[in-house]
């Protein structure tokens, strides 16, 4: 069942599969919406609960028109489906959203499962690569940052929207939300430093042909994790939904059992 959701200034769309037992939610990338879980959903969805959701500008989502962090987002699809508990699985810019909802309501969260996520706080300096976007778009040219962001996120495919048409129809999808939540979405509070405070089952999946800071920061955020499982998915890059749905599902059904 599909619906949309208010949250604070607007709505988001959102999806629940239906059935019994604690929640799996799933929380989307910056280089996709949330159809970038479809390898895995059908997998999930048969055994679980699964509810996800599109953030502000991306996919069935309206752009943003006020100020909003993406955990507040977070907190209000939890909310609007009435989830005591729930198992948060993000990825990249929706695993930073995921630690940072744990941080504010623990209570509230039974498990993480986190793929090449980012971490609120943690310095990843991209600049150099805002900076070339910037100009890009200044230019118009839209699939000059589409090949610019394969080059950088997937490596796994060979980097290029040639060989790689999936992903680059995923990231070329995403590009109106990047430029609709500027001025509007805002950083949630840092994480990186309170990483001890977690104290539910996570395990962390890194992609070892992502960027390597992005390595770096996951390496450096699993070991402030206490107790998080650390796994290495050499055939990954910053898409592993794509590259290697089956292991995505046996690691999220693999935390889900420790959750319960």
Do not use: K
């Amino acid at each position: 069942m599909d619906t949309m959701v208010r949250v604070d200034g607007g709505q988001v769309w959102a999806d629940d599969s239906g059935g019994d037992g604690l929640p799996l939610v799933l929380v989307h990338p910056g280089v996709g919406d949330s159809t970038i879980w479809d390898p895995v959903l059908a997998s999930l969805a048969g055994r679980r609960r699964v509810i996800r959701y599109d953030a502000r500008g991306y996919g069935r989502s309206p752009a943003p028109v006020t100020s909003y962090t993406p955990s507040a987002d977070l907190a209000a699809v939890v909310e609007y489906f009435g989830l005591d508990r729930a198992v948060l699985v993000g990825s990249s810019m929706g695993g930073a959203a995921a630690l940072s909802y744990t941080l504010a309501a623990p209570e509230r969260v039974s498990g993480l499962a986190l793929f090449v996520p980012g971490v609120s706080g943690y310095d990843l300096d991209e600049s150099e690569m805002y900076q070339e976007v910037g100009r890009l778009a200044e230019a118009g040219d839209l699939e000059g940052i589409v090949r610019l962001g394969l080059g950088l996120w997937g490596r796994a495919a060979g980097g290029t929207p040639e060989t790689d048409p999936v992903a680059a129809a995923h990231l070329r999808a995403a590009l109106p939300a990047w430029f609709a939540n500027v001025g509007h979405q805002q950083a949630d509070p840092p994480a990186f430093d309170r990483l001890g405070e977690i104290a539910v089952p996570t395990v962390l999946a890194l992609g070892e042909l992502d960027r390597p800071q992005i390595v770096r920061c996951d390496e450096e955020a699993a070991a402030r994790i206490p107790g998080c499982r650390l796994v290495r998915l050499a055939d990954s890059d910053h898409y592993p939904t794509l590259r290697v749905p089956e292991t995505v599902a046996r690691l999220v059904e693999e935390l889900y059992a420790e959750a319960s």
